[in-house]
């Protein structure tokens, strides 16, 4: 076993609804707590994934619906790697992309957050079946002295 | 998320309780600007705010400006700790004003 805690693949599915966040981000928190993250850590992956959610639903499926997403959570030595998934029409590959913090504008943070909080973020169509996949992998980062 | 709005002399307090997401930030969003359009001063205390993402984030944005545009004030009020987490990610934490309490808003004017 590695220093992330125990090691099983979770699964969890919910409707692509705004309204279904609030327990996607409880599921999340409670599988992570069973690891040995810190908070602060659980806090910010719980924040990329709910910004990747909020994708899925607003520009993949647009808008409010009850098609699936589904998120698979892997915990793996110092790493957890994520997998969402989407029945939804491709999306352009090209047009995934966050604006520059400086630019003080609503929208388009969401993109920018994952790649912050997230060390390997990978946009992909699936190719099992219709719809879009987003792999992520959050890392432990080296403790630094007043850790 | 309930928001409560405070008249006091001079400014509104519109105060944001619990999480602030893609399913509650459209009525921050309203009660922000509400304000703004009426032309009243504008602090957003988020002391009880425990989560906030992009579209919360987004609604604080939109709110500073409009007041901007308008020539009002606009701060943050006793940002909690989960906020401030994420406004430094989005690196507004140096661009919001941002006051402990009312009593440091007023010695700041």
């Given amino acids: ?147 | 998320m309930d928001i409560i709005i405070h008249q006091h002399p001079g400014i509104s307090i519109a105060a944001l309780r619990g999480e602030v997401d893609l399913s509650t930030s459209a009525c921050a969003r309203s009660a922000i600007l509400d304000c703004l359009i009426a032309g009243t001063p504008l602090l957003v205390d988020l002391s009880e705010v425990t989560y906030i993402d992009s579209s919360g984030i987004a609604s604080l944005v939109e709110g500073f400006r409009m007041a901007r545009d308008k020539q009002l004030t606009f701060g943050l009020l006793a940002v909690s700790e989960p906020v401030l987490r994420v406004l430094q990610l989005a690196r507004l934490d140096q661009v919001f004003p941002m006051y402990a309490d009312l009593d440091a808003y007023q010695a700041s004017r």
């Fill in chain 1, 1 to 147: 076993m590695g220093d992330a805690g125990f090691e099983l693949l979770h699964e969890l599915a919910f409707e692509a609804r705004a309204s279904a966040l609030n327990e996607m981000r409880r599921q999340v928190s409670e599988i992570l707590a069973r690891t040995r993250l810190r908070t602060e850590d659980i806090e910010s992956i719980v924040l990329a994934l709910n910004e990747a959610c909020m994708n899925i639903i607003q520009h993949a499926y647009r808008g409010d619906s009850c098609k699936p997403i589904r998120l698979c959570i892997e915990p793996h030595g110092d790493e957890v790697h994520f997998e969402l998934l989407d029945c939804a029409p491709p999306i352009d590959l090209a047009q995934v992309r966050g604006r520059a913090f400086e630019e003080l504008r609503p929208g388009g943070l969401g993109v920018r957050f994952i790649a912050e909080l997230m060390q390997d973020v990978r946009y992909c169509h699936r190719t099992e079946s219709a719809g879009n996949c987003l792999r992520m992998t959050w890392k432990r980062r080296p403790a630094t002295q007043d850790q």
